[in-house]
């Protein structure tokens, strides 16, 4: 075997097989698929609208951009890449020359989750996606960047999530991670020029004379 895929395999046992424990199986899961739930973008789309507001049309052009980010990154990972790159996950079972089927690891730990076990695993969706929404809004910002920082801890932990229930291997969530930080800032730096500092508007003086 490849040694980087070994070491990626060996990587998965580590983090699913031996660091695990009650609380964080009960914790975990639901971390994993939060963006499959419609009340937690509910509950992420306020603080985002609330920290940039919607008073200027700058701000209200980046909750635009943000609502197109996130389905385009995950397409683009999951219809594009996936599709390119087949790796079966680590909680699959393969055929064997014989007919039979093992699984790709066979004392893997699958927890509970909405992914499709027999879709391919490379790279994380999951990844992609939450390292673009940290990656956008940190390329675009230009004051209280110290507070954005701390999106950084949303894709660290769904891609650690996505390894310890038994979806991905280290490999396809560090892929992710890399096109998602690809994707957002790429998007920053081509949104730069529309989203200027402040409004074109009449100063409130001219708009009396009027």
């Known amino acids: 075997m490849n040694p980087f895929l070994q070491l990626d395999r060996n990587l998965f046992i580590l983090i699913n097989e031996r660091w695990h424990n009650a609380l964080f ?8 698929d939060l963006q499959h739930f419609p009340l937690f973008w509910a509950v992420f789309v ?6 940039f507001g919607l008073k200027s049309s700058r701000n209200r052009r980046i909750i635009l951009l943000f609502a197109v980010l996130i389905p385009g990154t995950n397409f683009l990972s999951s219809g594009v890449v996936k599709r390119m790159f087949w ?7 393969v055929q064997t ?14 927890l509970p989750t909405v992914t499709d076990p027999l879709s391919s695993s490379f790279p994380s969706s999951h990844s ?7 990656a956008f809004p940190l390329t ?15 894709p660290l932990l ?9 979806v991905h ?19 920053g730096f081509l949104a730069r020029p529309f989203l200027p500092e402040k409004d074109i508007s009449i100063p409130e003086k001219q708009e009396n004379l009027l």
């Open 25 to 32: 199986d009960w914790l975990v899961p639901p971390l994993s």
């Open 46 to 51: 306020l603080p985002l609208v609330l920290f």
């Open 87 to 93: 790796r079966p996950r680590p909680c699959a079972s």
């Open 97 to 110: 020359i014989s007919g039979t089927y093992e699984k790709v690891i066979p004392d893997e730990r699958f």
């Open 128 to 134: 992609a996606t939450w390292a673009a929404i940290a």
């Open 140 to 154: 675009i910002a230009k004051k209280r960047r110290r507070y954005l920082w701390l999106l950084l801890l949303a």
């Open 158 to 166: 769904v891609g650690y999530s996505r390894i310890y229930v038994g």
């Open 169 to 187: 291997y280290p490999g396809d969530v560090l892929t992710g991670w890399l096109l998602g930080a690809l994707i957002g800032v790429g998007v």
